[in-house]
């Protein structure tokens, strides 16, 4: 079992930058990948961004590309999402996930095994 935690949310003007942290328990966290998804008011979950366990491979939703950046510290246990140059339409709140298949980086939640209970991002215009 693996406990997800996200944290550095808040509110930030357009233009701004935050950086997410999600902390994971347990001592199988290096051998997970690990993703990040989003929900906007009234819209479903939708992919962001995805690293596979070392981080060597990455994968981006085409809105975020080049504004957001996935990586991942396996000796803190933590995966972290920089965002950049951020929008109003960044805001949502924003999940953590992990997958047990460590080597890929999925873009549907359903591939995801363990969820983080999220953290709010709200950019204002």
């Known amino acids: 079992q693996v406990q997800l935690v996200e944290s550095g949310g808040g509110l930030v003007q357009a233009g701004g930058s935050l950086r997410l942290s999600c902390a994971a328990s347990g001592r199988t966290f290096s051998s997970y990948a690990m993703g990040w998804f989003r929900q906007a008011p009234g819209k479903e979950r939708e992919f962001v961004a995805a690293?596979?366990?070392?981080?060597?491979?990455?994968a981006y939703a085409d809105s975020v590309k080049g504004r957001f950046s996935i990586s991942r510290d396996n000796r803190k246990n933590t995966v972290y999402l920089q965002m950049n140059r951020l929008k109003p339409e960044d805001t949502a709140i924003y999940y953590c996930?992990?997958?047990?298949?460590?080597?890929?980086?999925?873009?549907?939640?359903?591939?995801?095994?363990?969820w983080g209970q999220g953290t709010q991002v709200t950019v204002s215009s």
């Open positions: 996930a992990a997958d047990t298949a460590g080597w890929r980086t999925r873009a549907e939640s359903h591939e995801y095994d363990y």
């Open positions: 690293c596979n366990w070392s981080g060597g491979i990455t």
